[in-house]
């Protein structure tokens, strides 16, 4: 490979942040949010047209009408206009208008006991390997100490097997095991026949077999011939709710369908067995684990599901060089292939974020906070005040946060850029401390968190945030619908262990 390959050991403590969020925000990441809210525009000012008209008119009595008559029966041109523009107004709001989107339930995989890898069982299988210098089993060590995860994660059997086999065929076995777990999990939740499903996405970035994990599905479950499947790849940690987004815009144009949505990562083929540190980081990181969602866009499906999807926002930077380059899969100096983490990834993702919460803004938050930013914004970028930015309080505009689970540093700066509590971010460290790094199905882990402890009440509203290679960073933002009782989340992972939790977890940054 031409390409250099990052240092992440010697990383200085500047690049380990992410950007100050206090700083300046470009006026276009405003301009895209204000122009995604024009774009939908037609609804906000339609509806509450159409709830008027129906008010007033639902005021008349027979005398009143009649004598509406009376006085426009000798303007017939005018009534005619008037009645076709409100037709078309009306045929055009209720063609367009977008169908809701609901989460009936959703499922994740918690592996087998036997899969548990403590600290010290890591570092003791990876010193039987004879793959890693005694220096990098250190660093390995080290950073294990310091990532947030505790000692009950899991990884593949092929993996901690010694010798370690990391062939196709348990590849195949990890991916099966994870993806028809989730997916038993959540049919005998929902008790949806799998013939009913008319929609299929299936994310997993560096497992991309022949037939694809989505027709490995399809065969395991038989699934109708007429299913719409995707099988994303490449796409990495954030591609969870890029296959959000696109069931929700395929369900715009399937009426009256169920979309079952698949998010995993594969360990077996893609442990790191060499000695470049920026790749070793990976295997201290990642973690067994997967989630199934599933979706509909039934009207009679609401009263059963637990939330509405409201908005999904997509951010994607890899039109620049040092973005498309920071998490990076490729071979180090003596042939063996693993994923590159560049010293630019705090930064890269603080940007992407800092654009994509600029786009959400406007949709999600209350007009005093957006009055608030844009007049500050305004005066700064403007007026040319020496004033402070203003940072608006997410927390006014939603009661759950699911930050990705992707290591600890990118949780503290969140934390602190976004000024989130303790409590705001207990399901993303506890997530993180009890299954590590999931990849995309680490913010349904937090989600089933919050379900567990019994916070999710009716009406609140939920904001998942995921970062992934390219470089990407998405939002989803969710309504519950009903209250979740955890009695009835038997096959929550969290249930049998809640109590224990939250534990102290110290902050500490990850490398």
């Given at each position: 490979m031409s390409e250099s390959k990052p240092e992440t050991h010697s990383l200085n403590s500047s690049s380990r942040k992410l950007p100050d969020f206090k700083q300046s925000v470009k006026l276009?990441?405003?301009?895209?949010?204000?122009?995604?809210?024009?774009?939908?525009?037609?609804?906000?000012?339609?509806?509450?047209?159409?709830?008027?008209?129906?008010?007033?008119?639902?005021?008349?009595?027979?005398?009143?009408?009649?004598s509406l008559w009376e006085h426009l029966q000798y303007n017939l041109i005018s009534v005619i206009l008037c009645t076709t523009l409100l037709v078309f107004l009306s045929t055009v709001y209720f063609l367009t208008r977008p169908s809701s989107v609901y989460l009936l339930n959703f499922a994740c995989y918690k592996p087998d006991e036997e899969r548990k890898c403590t600290r010290q069982i890591f570092v003791d299988r990876s010193?039987?390997?004879?793959?890693?210098?005694?220096?990098?089993?250190?660093?390995?060590?080290?950073i294990l100490e310091r990532s947030g995860l505790g000692e009950s994660t899991y990884l593949p059997e092929a993996v901690l097997r010694v010798p370690p086999n990391p062939c196709m065929e348990e590849a195949r076995k990890e991916a099966e095991a994870v993806m028809f777990g989730a997916i038993?999990?959540?049919?005998?939740?929902?008790?949806?026949?799998?013939?009913?499903?008319?929609?299929?996405?299936?994310?997993?970035?560096l497992f991309n077999p022949t037939p694809s994990l989505s027709a490995m599905v399809i065969n395991h479950y038989k699934l109708r011939g007429n299913?719409?499947?995707?099988?994303?790849?490449?796409?990495?940690?954030?591609?969870g709710l890029i296959s959000i987004d696109l069931a929700k815009n395929l369900l715009q144009v399937t009426p009256n369908s169920y979309a079952l949505v698949v998010s995993m990562?594969?360990?077996?083929?893609?442990?790191?067995?060499?000695?470049?540190r920026s790749m070793l980081v990976s295997n201290c990181?990642?973690?067994?684990?997967?989630?199934?969602?599933?979706?509909?866009?039934?009207?009679?499906?609401?009263?059963?599901?637990?939330?509405?999807?409201?908005?999904?926002?997509?951010?994607?930077?890899?039109?620049?060089?040092?973005?498309?380059?920071?998490?990076?899969?490729?071979?180090?100096?003596?042939?063996?292939?693993?994923?590159?983490?560049?010293?630019?990834?705090?930064?890269?993702?603080?940007?992407?974020?800092?654009?994509?919460?600029?786009?959400?803004?406007?949709l999600v938050l209350p007009m005093s906070e957006q009055l608030?930013?844009?007049?500050?914004?305004?005066?700064?970028?403007?007026?040319?005040?020496?004033?402070?930015?203003?940072?608006?309080?997410?927390?006014?505009?939603?009661?759950?946060?699911?930050?990705?689970?992707?290591?600890?540093?990118?949780?503290?700066?969140?934390e602190k850029n976004l000024q989130l509590s303790e409590w705001n971010m207990e399901p993303s460290r506890m997530t993180l401390y009890r299954f590590g790094n999931t990849s995309s199905s680490s913010l349904w882990y937090e989600l089933a968190y919050m379900e567990a402890k019994g916070r999710v009440k009716r009406g609140d509203r939920v904001w998942q945030i995921a970062f992934g290679s390219g470089f990407k960073c998405n939002s989803a933002v969710w309504k519950a619908l009903r209250t979740v009782d955890p009695k009835k989340e038997k096959t929550n992972p969290w249930m049998d262990e809640i109590d224990q939790f939250p534990v102290d977890v110290p902050k500490i940054a990850t490398i």
């Open positions: 276009k990441y405003v301009k895209l949010g204000y122009h995604y809210l024009i774009t939908h525009g037609m609804f906000l000012f339609l509806s509450p047209l159409m709830v008027v008209i129906v008010a007033q008119l639902s005021t008349f009595s027979l005398n009143d009408i009649y010193r039987l390997t004879g793959s890693f210098t005694e220096e990098n089993l250190q660093f390995q060590r080290k038993d999990d959540l049919l005998a939740k929902t008790g949806v026949n799998p013939k009913d499903i008319g929609i299929l996405v299936v994310n997993c970035s299913i719409t499947s995707y099988n994303l790849g490449g796409m990495g940690c954030s591609a990562e594969n360990i077996t083929l893609n442990w790191y067995f060499g000695n470049d990181l990642f973690r067994m684990g997967g989630a199934a969602i599933l979706l509909s866009n039934k009207l009679s499906d609401r009263r059963k599901s637990k939330y509405k999807l409201i908005n999904t926002v997509r951010t994607h930077k890899g039109s620049d060089d040092k973005c498309f380059s920071c998490v990076y899969q490729m071979e180090d100096s003596v042939g063996k292939i693993g994923v590159s983490l560049s010293k630019d990834l705090m930064a890269v993702a603080g940007d992407a974020l800092k654009t994509n919460i600029t786009t959400l803004g406007p608030l930013f844009f007049a500050t914004l305004v005066g700064r970028k403007v007026l040319k005040m020496k004033i402070k930015p203003y940072i608006p309080d997410f927390k006014l505009a939603f009661e759950h946060f699911c930050i990705h689970a992707g290591g600890r540093a990118v949780l503290d700066e969140i």
